[in-house]
């Protein structure tokens, strides 16, 4: 079994693992970091979104072997101790979320865009949140939720 090394929320990580094994699994059965969501293992529905070298991937079709030697950041990586990143309590604060299932994936998603673009319109976060599916919501509250974070964020993170 190949060897994976790679930093995840600033802890540098080892383990074997099998080759097929996807990154998604590494992170939840290996590392116990159950904040990353499996919703649909087909790439379609962005619950399972982290970050690698600080872009949005979908871990659900990354392999672990593939972020050997990565910095890879997971939901429960953002908080600072009891202080929300900006866009968790944006997502808070504007009731962004229903039953939760998708949000760990739309902050990564969002928090992305917003070091991409700092100050999005409402049709780029739509576009942007396209990949991450929300059953409960009709994302109205999520897009402000997401704007809100992209103003305290303050041009990104």
């Known amino acids: 079994m190949p060897a994976v090394t790679m930093t995840v929320n600033g802890v540098s990580r080892s383990a074997d693992v099998e080759g097929r ?28 979104v982290v970050h690698m070298n600080g872009q949005s991937v979908k871990s659900c079709t990354c392999l672990a072997v593939d972020a050997d030697g990565a910095d890879v950041t997971t939901i429960e990586g953002l908080a600072n101790g009891a202080d929300l990143h900006p866009m968790q309590e944006a997502f808070r604060e504007h009731h962004g979320l229903q039953c939760g299932f998708c949000t760990p994936g739309m902050v990564m998603s969002a928090i992305d865009l917003v070091n991409r673009n700092p100050s999005p319109s409402e049709g780029e976060v739509r576009h942007w949140l396209d990949g991450n599916f929300c059953r409960c919501t009709g994302y109205h509250n999520i897009v402000k939720a997401v704007m809100a974070g992209a103003d305290a964020m303050g041009g990104g993170s």
């Open 21 to 48: 094994t996807l990154l998604v699994d590494f992170l939840r059965e290996q590392l116990a970091l159950t904040g990353t969501h499996v919703g649909c293992d087909t790439s379609q529905c962005g619950a399972c």
